[in-house]
Structure formats: C-alpha cells, structure tokens
C-alpha cells in the first residue's frame, strides 16, 4: 500500500544495477537516425541511480526476479535470450516491468539530447511558460443556439 | 496577523487550511471574533515547485506525487487504500487539495440538488443550487474563475474574464462535438487570465496537477489565505489534530494537536469548525470517541466515514496526425456535459460529465505509451514515441457516484501516522451503476475521438490514481437519524461544531466539487454569522 520514505537506504545491489542497465538499454536503446543516446548512456544511468530513492525496494525486488527468469543473470544471456527473458517477465509480471518503465523514462525524457530530439527546450517550463492558441469561439454557435440543455427541477431560478 | 499566546482559549477554531478552511476563515474575519486555523501541514514555496526545474516531470512522481501514500513527507498521514479501486489523492498543507487540483471549477447543477425527488435514488440536499447561487459567485471572484458567458449547461452566470484557450485540442475536439451535435463548452477555470487581485495571468506553463509556480491558478493560498491573515487571522502550520476534546453538555472544547516538533498540545475554543475533507475529517471524529460519545464524536447517526464518494473516472485518450497543444496549457481545456442528467433510455440513472484534456509530458507519455502497448521496447520505441508525443488529446468522465453506507472511512487497527494517531482505512467498492456509467462514457469517449479522427485510442476504467474528490462522509440534512450536520453546517450532536468540506456533501453530482465545497463553505460561514447570538441553540 505504500513506500516507506525512509526506509529504503542503501543502493541497488551490484547485479541489479547490471540487470537494470541491460534492461534500459533494452527499452531505449540509442539510435543514430534520432541522434539520441539509448538509456543506458552513462549520463542517464547514473541520473536513474540516483534518482530510484521511493522505488529502490521494488526494483530491486523486480530486478531479482528478472535474474532468475534468466537463470541467475540476464546480462550473461546472449542479445536474443534477454529480449525473450525480458518479453517473459512483461507478461508475468506487468506490474513490475511498469515499475522499471517509469524509473527509466523519469530520466531519459529529461536528458538534453533527447529533449532536442523530440523538440524540447531543455529548459523548465517556468518561467518563460508556452504559447497556446486561443482558439475561435465561434465554433461554440451551434452549441448556443442548440438552448438550455440543464434539467428543469420546477425552482423559479430555472425560468430563465 | 494576530497571534495568539501559544494555545490561549479562542472563538472560533478551523482545522484544516484547504479549499474550504481557507473560505470559512475569511468570510468569518469580519466578524472580529479571534479565530485560529490549526494546519498538519506547511505553506508551498512556488520556487520549488516542480515547474521551476528541468525535472519537474519526475518531481510530480516523488515530493509532489498525488498520493499521500507515495510521497510519505512529514506533512502527510497515510490512508490505507489497499480495498479501494481507486487510491485516495491529496495534498497536505496550506492551500490543500487546491495546491495540486486541476482547478476545472464546474458547479453543481440545479438537478444535483434534488436526485431523489427527480430520480428515486439517494437522498435530496436540504439546500438548494439557488441557496448556494450567491455563494458561488462571491467564491468565483475569490479564486479568480475564467469562463466564458452563456453556457447552455448552466443558469446564466456572470464571467470574470476570458476563458482558458481552447488551443488546437479545444478546436479539433470541438468540431467533433459540433459534427455528433453534442454539448461542449470552455471550461470555467479558477485560473486567471489576466492580472487578477496581485495574480499573474496563465502562462500555459501545463503544470496545474503540482501547483502553480506563476499563482496564476486559484489556490487558497494565493487567494483567501493572505486576504484573511490580513484581516488578523492566525493560520498556524504543523499542527496535527489528533482529536476533539468535548465537556459534560456534550459540547466541543477544543482540539487536541503535535505540534512540529510533536508535542501534544491543547487548544481551547468556543466553536469549532472541520475542514480536514472527506477523509481527515472523520478520521478525526472517529478518533474522537470517549464515553460521551462512544462511536466517534458527532456520530449518532452512524453515519460518520460512510457513503464515501469518489467519483469514478474513466480515461480515453487518442492520437491524432496534426501536432496538438502537447503539455504546453492547463490540462484542461473544455467541457461536456452532454451525458449528465439522467436519460430513461440509458441502464444507468444520473449521468456523468467530459473533462477534455491536452497532452501529456516527454515521460508521461513514454510510461502510458508502454503500459498502452503502444511504445515498443527496443528499436521501434523512438519512430513510436514521435507518434504519439505532442500528437495525443482525450478526456476522463467524471462520473456521479451515488452513496451507499457500504463505501467508507474507517479507522485503521494497526496504520498510525508519524504522532501515532490511528490513520483512515478505505473500504469502496464499485456499484453496478458505476461500471455501466463508466462502460458508457468510454464508449462515447471513443465515439468523440473516432469523429476527430483520432488513432490508437485508448481506455482505462476506473483510473486508479483518481480519488481525489472526497465527498459524503459527514452529510447534511435535516433528519439526525439520516446526517450528521444540519441543513447550515452544523452537528445535529454537538452544538458548536460545524463541518465545511466535502464530507457534507449528500450526493456527487458528476462533475469536481471544489467550487460547492467552498460555496457551502461560504454559505455555512455566512449562517453563523447570521444566528451568531444563538448559534447553539
Ligand atoms: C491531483 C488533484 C486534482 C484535482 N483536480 C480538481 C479539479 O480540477 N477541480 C476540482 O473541483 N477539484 C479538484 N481536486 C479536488 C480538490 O482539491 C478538493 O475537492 C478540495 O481541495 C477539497 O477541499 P477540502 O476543503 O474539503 O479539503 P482539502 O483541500 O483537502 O483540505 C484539507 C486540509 O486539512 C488538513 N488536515 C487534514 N487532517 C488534518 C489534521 N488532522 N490536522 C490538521 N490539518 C489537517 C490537510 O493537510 C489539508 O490541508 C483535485 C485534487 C487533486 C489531489
Ligand atoms: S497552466 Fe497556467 S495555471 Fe496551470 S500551472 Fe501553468 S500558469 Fe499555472
């Protein structure tokens, strides 16, 4: 039901930093025709290191079971095992393989390289804020002219 | 501000400084009464806001998750959520739910009022939408409400100023509405537009859901709370009220409270007035119980912590090829309340309203995408990602849930919060109505977005992470076997405490209640005031 906020200290183990690494490369990897680099840059992975504090014991606890899906170590699995591995655990275990998304998303979409890819600013949104069209209030015509659509309950401040 | 000597005795005493804390608080200034507001948590510095930093996606997932369970933070109490559907969402502190809402600020409807006489299911209001009508008003010009005038859906009602932009999602959304010949509206939003009372206008910055760092959104603290410390109201912060302490008449006392630096304190007051919302106020009244009032404190109906409402929501969302607004402008664009009132044809009763919503940031829309099946892992994932990044829209209907004594707050056995005080266990179940609303909804949900030429549409029902309208668990009315507040706010057990949030509440009506929370809220201030020399008879 809910995460200690305090109680996760310490690191990932050894192996799971690994595994996690595998996986996040596995998710994103890096492509030359985007010009961005996968999520196991080593810019990314240490941003997602150190950024995992509410989620530590529920990725390690994922990772430990993604490891013994691959028979003790997915990163000793050729390229072709681990994407079978990895398409394995989603399918069991939807709910931690979300957690291992979202840790590894948090980061990557924040990365400047792949803010200019995707056509961000990589800058936050205050102060400067965005520009966003106002929009033609005349498309709310039909929509008047349809009339009240609220339901009468017999109160006089209806009788309008 | 006026500050009273640590715990001296005081008139009037508020618990809770959210939405409705924050509306009692100044409307009863002027009566010059001492009045003090006791709050678990502190006051929001907008610099730190998530908005203000290159992470302010992450940081919406960790210090300023929705989830009190999540973010754990010395201001919070856990709630035991794990036999809901839906997992509760709040904010602790000065401003409190209002520093995270999405400030979409529809009304209730004039039909809401009155489901039972109209309808035969759950109860009537003892007030009606033209008692709370002047109410409303005065509480748009408070928070500073953006609408445009002439809205079908609603009895006329004066406009402050412009609208939130429709943007390219309002306008491609909108013409769909216009093919199917449905109801759509700009939403009324308490976000201003223009410099409004000291407030800067919007600047789209898309971060409404983790507080607004430009104030241009009407939280409480941007709008009531400094206009009432002005006018000598105390709002002390960290104080965590533990229970109500009541005297041999059966009459309230005062609040036990920890203080930041967990002390137990006491503070004496002659009227005491809940704002905890619809799960920190019966938790506190259940915590109250004593051998005058073994079941909790104002609880003779044994209606405290029941007929919990949640409204369930359902999400569709789909993508478009033309680039939409994206996670530039306030989420919330537009209305429809096309499927609200109760249709005999339909095999559900009461009705539901469309919040149509803009797109979603870089990793929001990575983790929905995954979870979606829509981005791949592995090579596809960046071709997919530009697909859907900044070409997404979609809508969640908000749906009315009606009141059943079997959803509800209790107490729970073993989770205490960091003073050890006995936290809220949730028991909520869907009804058979909730699901067919919902089943109906996601169906012309989808129906919108095929007419606006949407692709990879997506649904999800109920969304998990959405109890964030807390309603019902105190309810007003006239019978003290049938409510535990009277028809103005007041214990039909305990003669000088009132309850203003949105546990009064006796039904939902379908759309976000925070501009009713904080009419009643004024309306309740505005009858004490009224019968101030015989306010306990
Ligand atoms: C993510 C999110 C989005 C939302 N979007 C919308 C929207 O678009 N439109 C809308 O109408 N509503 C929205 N809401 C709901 C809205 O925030 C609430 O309806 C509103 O804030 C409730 O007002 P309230 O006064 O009942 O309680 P709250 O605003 O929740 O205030 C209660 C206060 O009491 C304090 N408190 C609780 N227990 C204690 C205690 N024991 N001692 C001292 N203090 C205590 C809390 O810290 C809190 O500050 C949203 C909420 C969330 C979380
Ligand atoms: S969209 Fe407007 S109201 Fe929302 S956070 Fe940005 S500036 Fe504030």
């Known amino acids: 039901m809910m995460t200690d906020r305090h109680g996760d200290t310490g690191d990932l183990s050894a192996n799971a930093q690994q595994t996690l690494r595998c996986i996040a490369r596995q998710m994103i990897p890096a492509s030359a025709e985007y010009g961005v680099p996968g999520a196991d840059d080593p810019i990314i992975f240490t941003d997602i290191l150190q950024s995992i504090d509410r989620d530590r014991a529920l990725l390690q606890e994922a990772l430990d079971i993604v490891d013994a899906m691959a028979g003790g170590s997915l990163v000793e699995l050729p390229e072709a095992g681990q994407v079978k591995r990895l398409m394995e655990f989603r399918t069991a275990r939807p709910d931690l393989a979300a957690a291992i998304e979202a840790a590894v998303a948090r980061c990557y979409y924040r990365d400047d390289r792949v803010m200019a890819s995707i056509g961000m600013e990589a800058r936050p949104p205050f102060p400067i804020g965005y520009k966003v069209k106002e929009g033609d209030w005349s498309m709310l015509d039909p929509v008047r002219a349809r009339g009240k659509i609220y339901r009468d309950t017999g109160l006089m401040e209806e009788s309008s | ?537």
């Open chain 2, 1 to 537: 501000m006026w500050k009273n000597a640590m715990n001296e005795p005081v008139d009037v005493l508020i618990i809770g400084a959210g939405a409705s804390g924050a509306a009692v608080a100044w409307s009863l200034a002027e009566t010059r009464m001492r009045i003090l507001c006791l709050e678990q948590g502190g006051w929001v510095k907008s610099s730190e806001l998530p908005s203000t930093g290159r992470d302010w996606e992450a940081r919406t997932m960790e210090d300023f998750a929705i989830s009190p369970n999540r973010r754990g933070l010395a201001a919070d109490y856990p709630v035991n959520d794990d036999d809901s559907p839906i997992k509760i969402a709040n904010f602790n502190g000065v401003g409190g739910g209002t520093i995270f809402y999405a400030a979409h600020f529809p009304r209730l409807h004039p039909s809401d009022f009155c489901v039972r006489s109209l309808d035969g299911v759950a109860d009537d209001w003892p007030i009606d939408y033209q008692t709370l009508e002047p109410f409303y008003a005065l509480n748009d010009r408070m928070m500073g409400v953006s609408s445009l005038a002439g809205d079908p859906a609603y009895p006329p009602k004066d406009s402050l100023m412009r609208p939130i932009p429709l943007g390219r999602t309002g306008e491609v959304l909108g013409a769909a509405m216009n093919g199917l010949g449905w109801h759509w509206w700009p939403s009324d939003a308490a976000i201003v537009t223009q410099e409004y009372e000291g407030r800067a206008p919007c600047i789209n910055l898309g971060q409404c859901g983790s507080g607004c760092a430009q104030g241009a959104k009407g939280s409480t603290d941007v709008t009531y709370w400094p206009e009432a410390i002005r006018s000598r109201i105390e709002l002390r912060t960290r104080c965590r009220v533990s229970r109500i302490e009541t005297n041999e008449e059966g009459m309230a006392t005062g609040a036990f409270y920890f203080d930041a630096d967990g002390r137990e304190q006491f503070q004496s007051a002659e009227i005491v007035i809940m704002a905890c919302n619809g799960i920190g106020t019966p938790r506190i009244l259940l915590n109250s119980a004593s051998e005058r009032f073994p079941d909790g404190l104002a609880n003779s109906s044994g209606l405290v912590g029941k007929n919990l409402m949640l409204h369930p929501y359902a999400q569709v969302r789909g993508h478009f090829d033309e680039p939409l607004d994206g996670y530039r402008g306030s989420p919330i664009c537009t209305w429809s309340m096309e499927f609200y009132e109760t249709d005999p044809s339909r095999d559900f009763v009461r009705g539901y309203s469309f919040q149509f919503s803009r797109g979603l940031g870089p990793v929001r829309t990575a983790i929905n995408g995954m979870a979606d099946g829509l981005l791949p892992w592995g090579d596809g994932h960046h071709a997919a990602f530009r697909r859907l990044f900044n070409h997404s829209a979609g809508m969640v209907s908000v749906c009315e849930d009606l009141p059943e004594e079997t959803n509800r707050v209790t107490l729970d056995p073993d989770l205490k919060d960091a003073d050890g005080i006995p936290a809220a266990k949730i028991h909520y179940r869907l009804s058979e109505n909730s699901r067919r609303m919902l089943d109906h909804s996601i169906a012309r949900g989808k129906d919108i977005l095929k007419a606006a030429g949407a692709r990879d549409i997506t649904s999800r029902a109920p969304l998990p992470y959405a109890g964030w309208h807390l309603m019902g668990t105190a309810r007003m009315g006239k019978d003290p076997e049938r409510s535990v507040v009277n028809e103005w706010g007041r214990s039909h057990d305990v003669k000088n405490l009132f309850i203003v949030d949105g546990s009064v509440f006796v039904t939902s009506g379908g759309v976000n209640p925070t501009s009713t929370i904080q009419a009643v809220a004024l309306y309740v201030a505005d009858q004490i005031k009224k019968r101030i020399h015989n306010l306990f008879d």
